[in-house]
């Protein structure tokens, strides 16, 4: 169990271009996803927290209007990035806390490896 | 503010040697402290997880420690192998927060 995905696991756009990454707990509701962004040979680092049906609330330096994350269902986050720039190139982590822990812990995906050329 | 420190940020062994990677952190009030595994390119795989009431795990050749009041916690890998190459998390969680990463120590170990 505890099961996340994310939906695309690479991806390459044009600068100027959008893209939209999905975030899915497979087997378990989750109230709050968090994502994260890790450069090359970088440790991971917290961008934003979204918890179902409000604001989500970004790390300081992390641009909201940038980076439009919408947790729509118990289930689902989605992480847009908009007018893309290579310097956003970057792997895209998210992560899923189950509803149902005392002692929350969370689930990882696989990553979006995101490329803009 | 939490802070997460691994020391060393690399590490290099011959094959079969046992090693140890350290992790501190510098607020002990955490629920747990998870290590995990990363392989080049690849997503997070969670090699253990330890609670703060708990003094040690093990997983096979692996066996991680917490000591909560001096804010450390170590990762003993027995007789390593080239497949244990990656680069090893320490994460700390926290009421209220996502969870906290350190840097990493990425291990490489030569056949």
């Known amino acids: 169990g505890a099961v996340v995905s994310q939906h695309p696991s690479w991806v390459i756009c044009k600068s100027g271009t959008s893209v939209k990454i999905e975030c899915r707990s497979l087997?378990?509701?989750?109230?709050?996803m968090f994502w994260y962004r890790q450069f090359p040979k970088q440790s991971l680092m917290l961008m934003a927290t979204?918890?179902?049906?409000?604001?989500?609330?970004?790390e300081q330096g992390v641009e909201k209007d940038k980076f439009l994350i919408n947790h729509a269902s118990l289930t689902l986050s989605t992480l847009t990035v908009t007018s893309a720039h290579p310097e956003d190139s970057s792997f895209y982590i998210c992560s899923a806390r189950a509803h149902r822990d005392r002692v929350p812990e969370q689930y990882f995906g696989p990553g979006t490896r995101l490329t803009v050329t | 503010k939490q802070e997460v420190t691994q020391i060393p940020a690399a590490l290099s062994v011959p094959e079969g040697e046992n090693l140890v990677l350290n992790c501190s952190f510098t607020?002990?009030?955490?629920?747990?402290l998870q290590w995990f595994r990363q392989d080049p390119g690849k997503g997070l795989t969670s090699l253990l997880l330890i609670q703060s009431s708990q003094r040690e795990q093990t997983s096979g050749r692996l066996n991680a420690s917490l000591d909560k009041s001096s804010g450390r916690s170590t990762l003993y890998i027995a007789a390593s192998q080239p497949g244990d190459s990656a680069t090893y998390l320490c994460?700390?969680?926290?009421?209220?927060?996502?969870?906290?990463f350190g840097k990493g120590t990425t291990l490489s170990v030569s056949s």
């Open positions: 607020d002990s009030a955490i629920y747990n």
């Open positions: 994460a700390v969680n926290q009421a209220g927060t996502a969870l906290i």
């Open positions: 979204s918890n179902e049906g409000s604001k989500a609330t970004y």
């Open positions: 087997d378990f509701q989750a109230t709050t």
